[in-house]
């Protein structure tokens, strides 16, 4: 159904899409009313209640047509959702995760900051406590959905003195008063997914808007991207194979030296390391779904999983344009589109570099 649905609407209009830097709201209210925005949200919530294995298949399906529009369903998904099924209250769940799951609104995840990228423990927005309400003042960046969101999943210190023990999770309604957005970010890649600064002055919410406990959130931000970090390697995993396919259909029919070009030794190589390595990422992001499905911890094999796709959606379009040569280098084709959407992939959520330290952490024993 995915398949159908990506091939049928979203791969005819994605060139567009990101040429136009347009948010594609239409294919957001179809995702919505095909069941895809709550993916792993169970049907009394009203969502689709499928597992992790089911959301890479989508994740892929929908990255391969559209890297941008996957995105936009992967936050929704991973950074969204999931972290309110895993620990939001039952009254939190109805107002905030239903809706969610059947698409009508859309979510945002708020970590990052101008100076918390990496580092995410130093985290600079505070969330003051006043009588029964908390009161919030800060700026978080690069906020994916952020310009179209309706809610957001926000993390602030609430004990600065405590360190990445003082952070605390909050659930915000993004159209309240002293929530802001600053003019969308123009960005290389994955042009038709928006993303914003959010500023927050003097932001009032009530405590039932904490989500977990009180100090809480660094656990909760880190145990949500460990199952964001699968959503980002399905959609590397589709840009790849995207940037694969069109290179092998171009190099089966373009002819030089009397031959087709995949009929060079050089180019044939390359399409059967893209394959393999293809290969590669697709079993250890399913590896990384498989835990998840069984509730077992998958924070290495998440990481592994992300760090082997996006390196390998990177070489993979890299050679994918160099196979298209100049007809690579032009818009007309899709070459030019997979090779700058690639690149965010080994960057959000974790990039290589703290893959590999999430990686080293836990086979390399602390002293
Ligand atoms: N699950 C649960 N708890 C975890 C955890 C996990 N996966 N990883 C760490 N923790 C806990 C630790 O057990 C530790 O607990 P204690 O309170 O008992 O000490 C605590 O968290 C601190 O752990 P560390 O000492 O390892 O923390 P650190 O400050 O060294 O940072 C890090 C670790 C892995 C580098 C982390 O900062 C990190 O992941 N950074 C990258 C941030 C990131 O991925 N940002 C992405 C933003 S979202 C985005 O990109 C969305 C988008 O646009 C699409």
Redesign the pocket.
Same mark, same amino acid.
């Given at each position: 159904m995915v398949r159908e649905f990506a091939s049928r609407e979203v791969k005819p209009i994605a060139a567009a899409l990101d040429r136009d830097h347009r948010f594609p709201s239409e294919l957001v209210a179809r995702m919505g009313e095909l069941g895809l925005m709550g993916i792993e949200v169970p049907p009394e919530l009203d969502g689709s209640g499928l597992d992790p294995v089911a959301y890479v298949l989508a994740m892929e399906e929908i990255s391969a047509a559209c890297a941008s529009t996957g /995105?936009i369903m992967?936050?929704n998904n991973s =950074?969204v959702c999931d972290p309110l099924m895993k620990f939001a209250t039952a009254a939190q769940k109805e107002r905030w995760l239903r809706p969610l799951a059947r698409g009508e609104r859309l979510g945002c $995840?708020q970590?990052?900051e101008p100076n918390a !990228?990496?580092? &995410? &423990? &130093?985290q600079k927005t505070k969330a003051v406590r006043d009588g029964g309400d908390f009161v919030i003042n800060g700026v978080k960046n690069?906020? +994916?959905n952020g310009p179209q969101a309706d809610v957001g999943i926000l993390f602030a210190m609430t004990a600065p003195e405590l !360190?990445?023990?003082g952070i605390t999770a909050f659930i915000i309604d993004m159209h309240e008063e002293g929530v802001s957005r600053g003019p969308k970010d123009d960005k290389l890649g994955i042009r038709a997914s928006h993303?914003c600064q959010i500023f927050y002055t003097d932001h009032r919410v009530a405590a039932d808007r904490v989500l977990g406990k009180v100090g809480d959130g $660094?656990?909760v *931000?880190? &145990?949500t =991207?460990?199952c !964001?970090?699968i959503g980002?390697a399905a959609q590397a995993l589709g840009i790849a194979r995207a940037a694969y396919e069109a290179a092998l259909e171009y190099s089966t029919d373009r002819q030089t030296f009397g031959k087709r070009i995949a009929d060079h030794q050089a180019i044939s190589f390359m399409l059967a390391d893209m394959a393999t390595e293809i290969d590669a990422a697709r079993l250890l992001t399913l590896r990384a779904a498989g835990l998840k499905a069984r509730g077992a911890?998958h +924070?290495k094999e998440s990481a592994m999983a992300k760090l082997f796709a996006s390196e390998t959606a990177n070489k993979v379009a890299k050679n994918a344009l160099q196979i298209f040569g100049g007809n690579g280098y032009v818009t007309e084709y899709p070459a030019e589109r997979h090779f700058r959407d690639a690149k #965010?992939t080994e #960057?959000?959520? !974790? +990039?290589s570099e #703290?893959q590999r /330290? /999430?990686i080293a *952490?836990s086979i390399v024993s602390r002293k």
């Open positions: /995105v992967s936050v =950074l $995840f970590l990052s !990228g990496s580092d &995410a &423990a &130093a690069w906020i +994916t !360190g990445h023990r993303s $660094f656990r *931000a880190m &145990a =991207l460990d !964001g970090r980002i911890r +924070t #965010i #960057i959000y959520e !974790g +990039t #703290i /330290v /999430v *952490a």
